[in-house]
């Protein structure tokens, strides 16, 4: 069986890596590394629905019967993510937590880049003393310390401070650390050992 999501996400890395010579590269990593995390959740879904896997376990005859539901009503990536968080753990996903923030706000600009609309640059360069509101994405990673905030004087278009190579290695970690996050809850199963094996050379960027 062919899985997709490693060689999507080993492709994000290559691309952060080129991105440290070409910032337009960044972009195109950040966009692959949100699809290797959907990737990986449809791979995930697929194994966990193997009878070899389930034998005795109910947690995962349960998480694949949820799993298959939710995909074929079109769920969206984070309910799923929950939604094995919840029958792996018995509890709620903590959405204050760092990796759950940085999972949202990956695939709200994974979204925005796919539907892309004009920025305006409204007023700057005509009054020069303007003062503007940042971008919610770029408050968010300035807040963060990821990226430097811009002058109050810049205009609030987004495009130019998130692409760059900083936010692409952002991207491809926040991948790996949910990947890892599903790993640890896993009981222990052929399944837990099969997964831990295909992901145990996914490392985080440094």
């Known amino acids: 069986m062919l899985y997709h999501h490693g060689i999507i996400l080993n492709r994000a890395k290559k691309t952060y890596e080129r991105s440290l010579k ?82 949202v706000m990956l695939i709200r600009l994974r979204n925005e880049l796919v539907h892309r609309k004009p920025e305006s640059h409204g007023d700057w360069g005509v009054k020069d003393k303007s003062e503007f509101e940042p971008h919610k994405f770029v408050k968010y990673f300035s807040d963060r310390g990821i990226i430097d905030r811009p002058p109050s004087n810049a205009p609030p278009v987004w495009s130019q401070f998130i692409n760059q190579p900083i936010v692409a290695k952002w991207a491809y970690n926040t991948v790996v650390h949910n990947i890892k996050d599903i790993i640890r809850i896993l009981p222990p199963s052929h399944f837990a050992q099969i997964e831990s094996v295909c992901t145990g050379s996914v490392q985080e960027i440094k």
């Open 22 to 103: 070409d910032d337009d590269e960044s972009f195109v990593s950040i966009m692959l590394s949100a699809m290797a995390l959907e990737c990986y959740i449809n791979d995930f879904t697929h194994s966990a629905s193997q009878e070899l896997f389930q034998i005795n376990i109910k947690p995962l005859r349960d998480l694949s019967y949820v799993l298959n539901v939710l995909e074929s009503s079109r769920s969206t990536l984070i309910s799923k993510i929950e939604s094995i968080h919840f029958l792996l753990t018995g509890s709620e996903i903590d959405k204050g937590s760092m990796h759950i923030q940085d999972l």
